[in-house]
């Protein structure tokens, strides 16, 4: 079985750039940019990965984010990102990036986006990997930070596919954004949202009806309301769950608690993807491999997964129907 997930062919649709920064990465690029890091060693930054929920790891993970300043910082970053990939047999992924997270520490946007799309651009020429961008206001900032971000996006629309909304769910829903989501949609970009990670099942429904995504990120707390789950169903909204995350956030107490196998067999389109890898000990193959070593799959389960992220996925129509 191991091998059947390790050769099955993946598609991810939930994974933050930003978290893929592995410590060992985190301590050259703070070399290279004489950043000061409050760590001795990767081991010791492994070591302080240890969660209590969405926020504890949110304050770790802001700041690791500060040792990336240049153009080649963010190539680096994403190039070992898709390098993994290419171990995992992904072979596209949507990709989320938090310009706000540079921006604030002065860091441009051009930097960010130019050193993320080169190495998106060498990972299809090279590595046959086709990628789109999506890019996340974060929720705990004001509307009108995301406003400004979303108008320095204006010249690379046709590299960023989507706008998404993540960081802390809690205190920050969906409707705080409602504005500027609109925009984004009158403006043509495709738009998700991070809801019902932590926060309640009404997040989901707001983000559907508020901010008009076409993919729920998380989603997981929907059971909480029978209704919304059967809404689900029947529309083939896309969750984008993370097993993984979810057990080192707290979200679920271990695997064999987590009810993404009950949302699969409620026939909802649930997907498995990695989210922040590098801080919560795995990607896509181990992500598979936590579900089917919890629960008993068939293979024909197991490969549901890639089919729904097919199906979820932002690939144009005629090579998603080359995928399927
Ligand atoms: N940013 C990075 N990972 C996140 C997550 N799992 N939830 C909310 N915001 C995030
Ligand atoms: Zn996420």
Same mark, same amino acid.
């Given at each position: 079985?191991?091998?059947?997930?390790?050769?099955?062919?993946?598609?991810?649709?939930?994974?933050?750039?930003?978290?893929?920064?592995?410590?060992?990465? &985190?301590?050259?690029?703070?070399? /290279?940019?004489?950043?000061?890091?409050?760590?001795?060693?990767?081991?010791?930054?492994?070591?302080? !990965?240890?969660?209590?929920?969405?926020?504890? *790891?949110?304050?770790?993970?802001?700041?690791?984010?500060?040792?990336?300043?240049?153009?080649?910082?963010?190539?680096?970053?994403?190039?070992? !990102?898709?390098?993994?990939?290419?171990?995992?047999?992904?072979?596209?992924?949507?990709?989320?990036?938090?310009?706000?997270?540079?921006?604030? /520490?002065?860091?441009? *946007?051009?930097?960010?986006?130019?050193?993320?799309?080169?190495?998106? +651009?060498?990972?299809?020429?090279?590595?046959?990997?086709?990628? @789109?961008?999506? &890019?996340?206001?974060?929720?705990?900032?004001?509307?009108?930070?995301?406003?400004?971000?979303?108008?320095?996006?204006?010249? !690379?629309?046709?590299?960023?596919?989507?706008?998404?909304?993540?960081?802390?769910?809690?205190?920050?829903?969906?409707?705080?954004?409602?504005?500027?989501?609109? +925009?984004?949609?009158?403006?043509?970009?495709?738009?998700?949202?991070?809801?019902?990670?932590?926060?309640?099942?009404?997040?989901?429904?707001?983000?559907?009806?508020?901010?008009? @995504?076409?993919?729920?990120?998380?989603?997981?707390?929907?059971?909480?309301?029978?209704?919304?789950?059967? &809404?689900?169903?029947?529309?083939?909204?896309?969750?984008? @769950?993370?097993?993984?995350?979810?057990?080192?956030?707290?979200?679920? +107490?271990?695997?064999?608690?987590?009810?993404?196998?009950?949302?699969?067999?409620?026939?909802?389109?649930?997907?498995?993807?990695?989210?922040?890898?590098?801080?919560?000990?795995? !990607? &896509?193959?181990?992500?598979?491999?936590?579900?089917?070593?919890? *629960?008993?799959?068939? +293979?024909?389960?197991?490969?549901?997964?890639?089919?729904?992220?097919?199906?979820?996925?932002?690939?144009?129509?005629?090579?998603?129907?080359?995928?399927?």
């Amino acid at each position: 079985m191991r091998e059947f997930v390790e050769r099955l062919p993946k598609v991810e649709l939930h994974l933050h750039i930003e978290g893929t920064l592995e410590p060992e990465l &985190m301590f050259e690029l703070a070399k /290279r940019n004489q950043v000061a890091i409050p760590f001795s060693s990767p081991e010791a930054v492994r070591q302080a !990965y240890q969660f209590t929920n969405l926020q504890s *790891f949110l304050d770790i993970y802001y700041q690791g984010a500060n040792v990336l300043l240049h153009e080649q910082d963010f190539f680096d970053l994403t190039w070992h !990102y898709l390098l993994r990939c290419q171990v995992d047999r992904v072979v596209h992924t949507e990709i989320f990036f938090d310009p706000q997270t540079h921006t604030q /520490r002065g860091v441009a *946007f051009d930097t960010v986006i130019r050193g993320i799309n080169r190495a998106l +651009k060498q990972a299809e020429e090279q590595l046959g990997i086709s990628s @789109v961008l999506i &890019m996340c206001f974060l929720r705990h900032l004001d509307e009108a930070s995301a406003f400004a971000t979303l108008q320095q996006a204006l010249p !690379y629309r046709g590299e960023i596919i989507g706008v998404g909304l993540d960081s802390s769910e809690l205190g920050h829903p969906p409707e705080k954004f409602a504005n500027v989501f609109a +925009k984004a949609l009158e403006l043509g970009f495709k738009t998700v949202a991070h809801a019902g990670e932590e926060g309640p099942a009404s997040n989901i429904h707001d983000a559907i009806n508020l901010l008009g @995504v076409t993919r729920v990120d998380h989603g997981v707390r929907c059971v909480d309301d029978a209704q919304l789950v059967q &809404m689900l169903a029947q529309t083939q909204m896309p969750l984008t @769950v993370c097993p993984l995350s979810n057990i080192k956030l707290k979200v679920f +107490k271990q695997m064999s608690e987590h009810n993404i196998v009950e949302l699969l067999n409620h026939g909802l389109c649930v997907t498995i993807n990695s989210d922040d890898p590098a801080y919560f000990g795995g !990607y &896509m193959n181990d992500n598979f491999w936590s579900v089917v070593e919890a *629960f008993p799959l068939t +293979k024909a389960q197991i490969a549901q997964f890639t089919f729904n992220a097919i199906a979820a996925s932002f690939i144009d129509a005629d090579t998603k129907a080359r995928l399927a």
